[in-house]
T-cell receptor
Framework: DSGVTQTPKHLITATGQRVTLRCSPR?????VYWYQQSLDQGLQFLIQ???????AKGNILERFSAQQFPDLHSELNLSSLELGDSALYFC????????????FGPGTRLTVT | AQSVTQLGSHVSVSEGALVLLRCNYS??????LFWYVQYPNQGLQLLLK??????LVKGINGFEAEFKKSETSFHLTKPSAHMSDAAEYFC????????????FGQGTRLTINP
């Protein structure tokens, strides 16, 4: 158990809909990262938040957005969903001081039908 | 920009045999390197990491990796494979310590034959 929690574990929704994925980082970790894992793209970095502020952006679509709240949990919002958005979405957290290792949650499997 | 190449999307070895998973990286700054393992329907678990100092690093479950700057490689090895090692393995690179994004390779699926 990494100490990172994600909900829900599975999500099935239809094209055009909007969903919210939730992540709680390890106790004391200020940074939260979101990654997307798909068969064709592999593991892709989406976005990073540090203590409530956006820190870095990767291959995140404009239809996707995220935020980190004062209690440090984070939410990833996916809207106008397309079939190609079906993937595993991972959240990870890391301490600010250290080697930069990240601790991953169990993921949310999103299926868009 | 950083990148990681894992040679071989699938590797199959016999139980008790040597495991060798290859990783080459590209980085314009001294890299921090990681190996993660993903078991079916689970998240990624950190196996080991290289930051600075000793180039041979030991991780969990008997795995180790050697950082070779001249070859820009960070191959993962285990002397004797166990059935429980069957999983997907990912090599990753970051810009350095602190809070930095990880850039992952495409992964290598390891199969262990009885």
């Amino acid at each position: 158990d990494s100490g990172v929690t994600q909900t829900p574990k599975h999500l099935i929704t239809a094209t055009g809909q909007r969903v919210t994925l939730r992540c709680s980082p390890r106790s004391g970790d200020l940074s939260v990262y979101w990654y997307q894992q798909s068969l064709d793209q592999g593991l892709q970095f989406l976005i990073q938040y540090y203590n409530g502020e956006e820190r870095a952006k990767g291959n995140i679509l404009e239809r996707f957005s995220a935020q980190q709240f004062p209690d440090l949990h984070s939410e990833l919002n996916l809207s106008s969903l397309e079939l190609g958005d079906s993937a595993l979405y991972f959240c990870a957290s890391s301490p600010q001081v250290g080697a930069g290792e990240q601790y991953f949650g169990p993921g949310t499997r999103l299926t868009v039908t | 920009a950083q990148s990681v190449t894992q040679l071989g999307s699938h590797v199959s070895v016999s139980e008790g045999a040597l495991v060798l998973l290859r990783c080459n990286y590209s980085s314009s700054v001294p890299p921090y390197l990681f190996w993660y393992v993903q078991y079916p329907n689970q998240g990624l678990q950190l196996l080991l990491k290289y930051t600075t100092g000793a180039t041979l690093v030991k991780g969990i479950n008997g795995f180790e990796a050697e950082f070779k700057k001249s070859e820009t490689s960070f191959h993962l090895t285990k002397p004797s494979a166990h059935m429980s090692d069957a999983a997907e393995y990912f090599c990753a690179v970051s810009n350095g310590g602190g809070a930095q994004k990880l850039v992952f390779g495409q992964g290598t699926r390891l199969t262990i034959n009885p």
